[in-house]
């Protein structure tokens, strides 16, 4: 007899499913649960195996997957808030007491993207921190922390173009003021500020161009760099955690050698739960809390005080005590230039997978919370009531007097702290970077919450309860 | 890449092929820098649309005593007349992050609600961050009648009486 020309299965609804599924489900094998996690399209952003240590949760706080989640969610009820939004000035704020009170879900919708891009620009920043602390930047993950930067600002660009859509006072004037701060930026500045407010102040125009923004052109380019940083870490893998001594933190006595595990279902199934209850804290989180809406959008009235969104209230109060060209475009510019540059300096510690890099490493990173902490608050005490360094130097411009020469200082001051951890301390180069590190980013967060809870009318210094009241 | 000596004058001209890669290089550069063009342009300001950027004639020259400060919301001045009969009119923009800047009656100056900048009458700058006093516009007086052109405003490092325009 003939050999069967045609191998098959026999029945026509098999024969279907097996041209969608070519693996067999569930994989009989681990050869078989690699084969699935390399043929599936979806699964195939992992390599087939991992190391097992690094399924630890406390080394990575599934932070990197946390943002994902989070930019899916924004995905799916962003395209569903589009349904019920249009953006002319005339109807974007109606369109959002519509989306309260008439749509069904409406108000649930729109606080989980809220809430959601909210959640994301901490959880993008949180992952910076965790991946700094843990060394995870190191070659060759040079490169990918540069790209995780570049999806910091995207983040950012994409929370702040949303923030204006509501077309509420808080955002026409957080808008307002943000954008102002691109006027600064010597010669291109003024042409840039109202080529993307498509006039020389924030209207019709800047509506649409922030909607075009926020819905097409800064999802794309971050869904292009995310599928670039995700491919990287295939590639590249995870960092492995050490403990101080350098052994693998395997929860165990500690070995040399790395096992590995099938990414299904160790590392699956991991995901799935963490994203499951994500997802349910951020809808209990929904349910309970409105997104804010404040009166509709007036130009001829500047609300007292007027705040930018609150993750630039750090640089809001930067701006407070340097000159704009300083606190808006050079020092932000340093700092990322910094951040940037880091993962290519000389490293004289293999830390690799160590939190904070060694035990004289942690103690260094506390002195620089530390400091940071009394140095921030007191540096702005100074700053509001005893030191006007314009009026002492009257005749010099205010670029020099309150740019400059404060910027001059500050970075002296930190110069001689390096130096003091270094030498006083005799702390590495590396341990040394990362006081300094911490003790900026301290002062950062320092100067986020004084901008958020302990500026009150106009702008002046007050306790959170007078802000309040 | 084949071995073949080319003749020496061969080395100074361009080859065929290499002439229309740079072609097609150029070519797509340019069809590049045509689609970005066009791309950009749909963002460029479109600002003909509303009122605020035209000339406006607010009123009399009487209509304003010396020592007034008088706001146009419409287009986002205050005219202002001097205890000396000078006009000026002053844009609203707080110098230094944007916001509207109020006046302040009580206290007879500009204070900006965002930053706690504070402007004098003529715009100057009584209390920083502001950078610069307050932008003005242009006013002209025809007829009786005084106008504000929007449509530039005009920046200055401290104000001085060339400013003012009299009836």
């Keep these: ?469 | 890449m084949s071995d073949v000596k080319l003749p020496s004058v061969m080395d100074e001209t361009v080859s065929r092929r290499d002439f229309l890669k740079l072609a097609w290089g150029a070519a797509g550069l340019l069809a590049l820098v045509e689609a970005g063009g066009v791309a950009l342009s749909f963002f460029s300001p479109r600002t003909a649309e509303g009122r605020f950027g035209g000339v406006f004639e607010v009123g009399a020259v009487d209509d304003f005593p010396p020592g007034s400060v008088t706001p146009f919301n419409a287009g986002r001045f205050y005219l202002v007349r001097m205890e000396d009969g000078g006009f000026l009119a002053l844009y609203r923009k707080c110098t230094h992050l944007g916001c509207a800047v109020p006046w302040n009656q009580a206290e007879q100056k500009f204070i900006c609600p965002c930053h706690a900048s504070a402007f004098e009458r003529d715009g100057q700058v009584l209390n920083p961050p502001a950078p610069r006093p307050l932008d003005r516009f242009l006013v002209t007086i025809v007829d009786g009648m005084v106008r504000v052109d929007t449509g530039a405003p005009i920046q200055r490092d401290r104000p001085g009486p060339a400013d003012l325009v009299y009836a």
């Design chain 1, 1 to 469: 007899m003939a050999e069967n020309p045609d191998p098959r299965p026999e029945h026509l609804p098999q024969r279907i499913w097996e041209s969608i599924q070519r693996d067999e489900l569930p994989p009989p094998d681990d050869r078989g649960r690699m084969r699935l996690v390399m043929n599936n399209l979806v699964l195939h952003l992992h390599p087939s195996k991992v190391a097992r240590p690094t399924l630890k949760f406390t080394y990575t706080w599934g932070l990197g997957g946390l943002a994902l989640l989070l930019v899916m969610i924004l995905a799916v009820t962003g395209v569903l808030l589009m349904f019920e939004y249009t953006p002319t000035p005339q109807t974007a704020y109606l369109d959002m007491l519509k989306l309260q009170t008439e749509v069904w879900y409406g108000q649930l919708i729109r606080n989980l993207h809220h809430w959601s891009g909210n959640l994301l620009v901490i959880t993008v920043f949180l992952h910076l921190l965790r991946v700094f602390f843990t060394g995870g930047f190191r070659t060759p993950r040079e490169f990918n922390w540069v790209l995780g930067l570049g999806l910091l600002l995207l983040v950012v660009a994409a929370n702040f173009t949303g923030y204006l859509l509501p077309w509420d006072q808080l955002a026409y004037w957080a808008v307002t003021v943000g954008s102002s701060l691109l006027s600064y930026v010597p010669l291109i500045g003024e042409p840039l500020r109202n080529f993307l407010l498509g006039g020389p102040e924030v209207g019709a125009a800047t509506l649409t161009n922030f909607y075009g923004l926020h819905v097409a052109i800064i999802p794309l380019a971050l869904m292009g760099i995310v599928s670039f940083h995700i491919w990287r870490v295939r590639k590249d893998t995870l960092s492995i955690p050490r403990r101080l001594d350098g052994k693998i933190d395997d929860g165990g006595t500690g070995s040399t050698q790395v096992e590995k595990v099938t990414t299904l279902p160790h590392l699956v199934s991991r995901e799935l739960v963490f994203a499951l209850v994500m997802t349910g804290l951020i809808l209990m989180w929904s349910v309970w809390v409105n997104a804010p809406l404040e009166a509709a959008a007036n130009p001829d009235h500047s609300p007292n005080p007027a705040k930018a969104a609150w993750y630039f209230m750090g640089l809001q109060e930067l701006l407070l005590h340097f000159h704009p060209v300083f606190g808006a475009i050079i020092i932000p510019t340093l700092a990322l230039g910094a951040l940037a540059i880091l993962p290519y300096q000389r490293f004289d510690l293999s830390a690799e997978g160590v939190w904070f890099r060694s035990l004289k490493g942690r103690q260094m990173a506390l002195v620089g919370a530390v400091t940071g902490l009394i140095a921030t608050p007191a540096l702005v005490l100074l700053d509001e009531y005893a030191l006007d360094l314009p009026g002492l130097m009257p005749s010099l411009p205010t670029l020099i007097s309150n740019g400059w020469i404060p910027l001059a200082a500050l970075l002296l001051l930190l110069i001689v702290y390096y130096e003091i951890i270094k030498r006083v301390f005799k702390a590495t180069a590396c341990e040394s970077r990362q006081s300094v590190f911490v003790l900026l980013v301290t002062a950062f967060v320092v100067l986020t919450v004084i901008g958020i809870a302990f500026r009150g009318e106009g702008m002046a210094l007050m306790w959170p309860w007078e802000v309040l009241g």
